[in-house]
């Protein structure tokens, strides 16, 4: 009985937050065409049976009142923490715009609806034009300007043409979660290519985890010459997921950076005991070491750990008879410096038994 009984409120929960998406006013002397367009609607958004979308309708009096109710959920859901989701990638040979969509499991973010919106506004966001740059760094992207762009899902639960705000509000009242648009950037360059990299990806342009890179060419890149290019910058952008660079060079890598692990480092070699000359010397191997690890040019890579990625861009730029550089690059992982809510699911049990 008790199982029937929550069956019986989830599906109810599920009519109502469909229905608060709906965002049409209906009043109970509407006409029956206009009924049954509504229940048409709500059922193909459901999968309910049609017996169960009328009843809910008709005690709602046709409402207009439940979707206000229903953007109130809404904004309750939102103080949830949403560390589950996708990065979505579009790019183009010059350009790519990269986005984090959020929501609250892994569930949803293998939702289809999901995915249908986190590929949609990538290639919003890729053709955004507020965005705000850095050296070595991608264009940071406007997020109200980028909410304020259209797009069109076209998918059978969310057809026509809204804004990405009211898309994100709409997956989160199908999906009873909170979906969050957390961050997006582009990165372009004018004498090269942009390459990229999606790791754990369910899907063409969806990842967990994602790195993308321009490679610059001096004096641009002729067509012929783009095929040895988009396999240099696909190897490297690879790399870049896995070795987790986080300055260009040695000559990037700031003096904050280096003095915070110097003292560090000095403080494990004090406990040797050895003498302060070989403590000395001992913190700056391990420096100039911690720098190779850091640093994109001098790290090893990945694939072959006998080159470095130095020494790939070398050999490239010799092979093109063109000097080849990274420009910029980014790594972006799903839920990445968000505070999960650690739960304990087995006294959640023995709450709700007792």
Same mark, same amino acid.
């Given at each position: 009985?008790?199982?029937?009984?929550?069956?019986?409120?989830?599906?109810?929960?599920?009519?109502?937050?469909?229905?608060?998406? +709906?965002?049409?006013?209906?009043?109970?002397?509407?006409?029956?065409?206009?009924?049954?367009?509504?229940?048409?609607?709500?059922?193909?958004?459901?999968?309910?049976?049609?017996?169960?979308?009328? %009843?809910?309708?008709?005690?709602?009096?046709?409402?207009?009142?439940?979707?206000?109710?229903?953007?109130?959920?809404?904004?309750?859901?939102?103080?949830?923490?949403?560390?589950?989701?996708?990065?979505? +990638?579009?790019?183009?040979?010059?350009? %790519?715009?990269? =986005?984090?969509?959020?929501?609250?499991?892994?569930?949803?973010?293998?939702?289809?609806?999901?995915?249908?919106?986190?590929?949609?506004?990538?290639?919003? %966001?890729?053709?955004?034009?507020?965005?705000?740059?850095?050296?070595?760094?991608?264009?940071?992207?406007?997020?109200?300007?980028?909410?304020?762009?259209?797009?069109?899902?076209?998918?059978?639960?969310?057809?026509?043409?809204?804004?990405?705000?009211?898309? =994100?509000?709409?997956?989160?009242?199908?999906?009873?979660?909170?979906?969050?648009?957390?961050?997006?950037?582009?990165?372009?360059?004018?004498?090269?290519?942009?390459?990229?990299?999606?790791?754990?990806?369910?899907?063409?342009?969806?990842?967990?985890?994602?790195?993308?890179?321009?490679?610059?060419?001096?004096?641009?890149?002729?067509?012929?010459?783009?095929?040895?290019?988009?396999?240099?910058?696909?190897?490297?952008?690879?790399?870049? +997921?896995?070795?987790?660079?986080?300055?260009?060079?040695?000559?990037? +890598?700031?003096?904050?950076?280096?003095?915070?692990?110097?003292?560090?480092?000095?403080?494990?070699?004090?406990?040797?005991?050895?003498?302060?000359?070989?403590?000395?010397?001992?913190?700056?191997?391990?420096?100039?070491?911690?720098?190779?690890?850091?640093?994109?040019?001098?790290?090893?890579?990945?694939?072959?750990?006998?080159?470095?990625?130095?020494?790939?861009?070398?050999? =490239?730029?010799?092979?093109?008879?063109?000097?080849?550089?990274?420009?910029?690059?980014?790594?972006?992982?799903?839920?990445?410096?968000?505070?999960?809510?650690?739960?304990?699911?087995?006294?959640?049990?023995?709450?709700?038994?007792?």
């Amino acid at each position: 009985m008790a199982a029937a009984a929550a069956a019986s409120s989830a599906k109810t929960l599920t009519l109502f937050k469909a229905l608060a998406a +709906v965002g049409r006013s209906f009043s109970s002397d509407a006409s029956g065409s206009v009924q049954t367009a509504l229940i048409k609607q709500l059922r193909e958004r459901t999968g309910a049976p049609i017996k169960d979308v009328k %009843a809910l309708l008709m005690q709602c009096g046709w409402d207009s009142e439940l979707r206000r109710k229903g953007l109130a959920a809404a904004n309750k859901k939102a103080s949830r923490v949403a560390a589950e989701g996708l990065i979505s +990638v579009a790019l183009n040979q010059k350009c %790519a715009a990269i =986005v984090e969509i959020n929501s609250e499991t892994d569930f949803v973010a293998r939702n289809d609806l999901f995915q249908k919106l986190a590929i949609s506004i990538a290639k919003s %966001a890729l053709a955004a034009e507020v965005f705000v740059g850095a050296p070595c760094q991608p264009d940071v992207i406007n997020l109200q300007s980028l909410e304020a762009l259209r797009v069109d899902l076209e998918h059978p639960k969310l057809q026509g043409e809204v804004s990405v705000h009211d898309a =994100v509000a709409e997956v989160a009242a199908i999906t009873g979660e909170n979906v969050k648009l957390r961050r997006a950037f582009c990165m372009s360059t004018a004498t090269g290519l942009v390459s990229s990299y999606l790791h754990t990806s369910p899907f063409p342009g969806l990842a967990r985890i994602a790195g993308l890179l321009t490679l610059e060419v001096e004096g641009g890149c002729p067509e012929e010459q783009s095929l040895i290019l988009k396999e240099t910058g696909s190897n490297l952008a690879m790399h870049l +997921v896995a070795a987790r660079p986080l300055f260009l060079s040695k000559d990037h +890598v700031t003096s904050e950076a280096l003095n915070l692990e110097r003292d560090i480092l000095k403080s494990q070699a004090l406990t040797t005991g050895k003498p302060q000359s070989v403590v000395d010397k001992m913190v700056e191997g391990r420096l100039r070491k911690y720098v190779e690890e850091i640093a994109f040019l001098e790290q090893k890579f990945v694939v072959d750990d006998s080159k470095t990625v130095k020494g790939i861009l070398d050999a =490239v730029s010799k092979n093109l008879q063109k000097t080849v550089t990274i420009g910029k690059f980014f790594r972006m992982e799903v839920g990445e410096g968000i505070e999960r809510e650690h739960k304990d699911f087995a006294a959640e049990v023995a709450a709700q038994a007792s």
